[in-house]
């Protein structure tokens, strides 16, 4: 997952700066400026990059520290898959991880109402998913944690290597539920009344849990590596766009006023009317 977020920095900015040209296109529940969303990525850029540094800065373990490792010393709600290692499903988590990235935000442009904002909610999901890389990045940059594969043989030359440590927290399955609950959410925010609703939040929810299964089936990433990983990436997912939410739609509008008073006068204005 780290080398996932530079590529895609510089091109979000050109994206930025096509959002107001967008907003003129159709009606949207988001607003973005550039002159907020483009520092915000870019800060966000410089917040993983450092995190990469850091986890870069460690030190395999040598097989001195491999054959001082002992299970005993993990938490016992984790400790049932120390020692697990599967390169299929590792290549399975991979193959259900990076094309959801893409497809997730790709089905937006599916829809009628999303289409015609579409550059807008390229620059949110960069800002989501940018967010869930920051928060990853620092956490294996600062917290170093053995994966599981180090407590048994099979890792072969891997338990030696340098993000040998970074298993907290499960990156894989943070950016999923990142890419399924912000297209679930932006699905919701334009179609608020649709039927599709409840398959498409289900859709969002269950398909990161698998790619945590497969990280634990892999030995990459222990439970409690998985559930903070997926928290992170779902809260991201949501209050990204959340945030960005347009006044009136999220619950209040103004409404104009006129009409004639008790004593004869005529007055106009406008009303701020909470909407149900």
């Known amino acids: ?93 991979d193959l259900l991880c990076y094309p959801t990235l893409v497809i997730a935000p790709g089905l937006l442009a599916l829809n009628p109402a999303a289409r015609g904002r579409y550059g807008q909610v390229v620059v949110l999901y960069i800002e989501t998913i940018a967010a869930a890389d920051a928060f990853f990045t620092t956490a294996i940059g600062n917290i170093p944690r053995y994966r599981p594969y180090l407590y048994g043989s099979e890792g072969g030359d891997l338990r030696n290597g340098h993000i040998a440590t970074n298993s907290f927290f499960a990156g894989h399955t943070a950016h999923t539920a990142a890419a399924t609950f912000f297209a679930a959410k932006v699905f919701h925010d334009f179609n608020p009344n649709s039927r599709a609703q409840p398959y498409v939040w289900t859709a969002a929810a269950l398909l990161p849990a698998v790619v945590a299964y497969t990280r634990i089936e892999a030995g990459k990433h222990f439970l409690s590596d998985n559930l903070v990983g997926y928290a992170v990436g779902a809260t991201m997912g949501v209050v990204v766009p959340q945030l960005h939410k347009a006044a009136g739609r999220r619950g209040l509008s103004l409404v104009p006023l006129q009409g004639v008073n008790v004593n004869g006068y005529s007055y106009s204005g406008l009303l701020l009317r909470k909407q149900l």
């Open 1 to 93: 997952m780290k080398q996932f977020f530079a590529p895609i920095l510089a091109s979000s900015l050109s994206l930025v700066a096509a959002c107001p040209a967008a907003a003129q296109q159709a009606p949207s529940p988001y607003q973005t400026r550039f002159a907020v969303e483009a520092p915000v990525i870019v800060a966000e850029g410089a917040v993983s990059g450092f995190g990469i540094y850091r986890s870069m800065q460690r030190d395999g373990l040598t097989d001195a520290e491999l054959a001082a490792l002992n299970k005993d010393n993990i938490p016992s709600f984790d400790r049932f898959s120390a020692g697990y290692y599967s390169k299929n499903f590792q290549t399975a988590g």
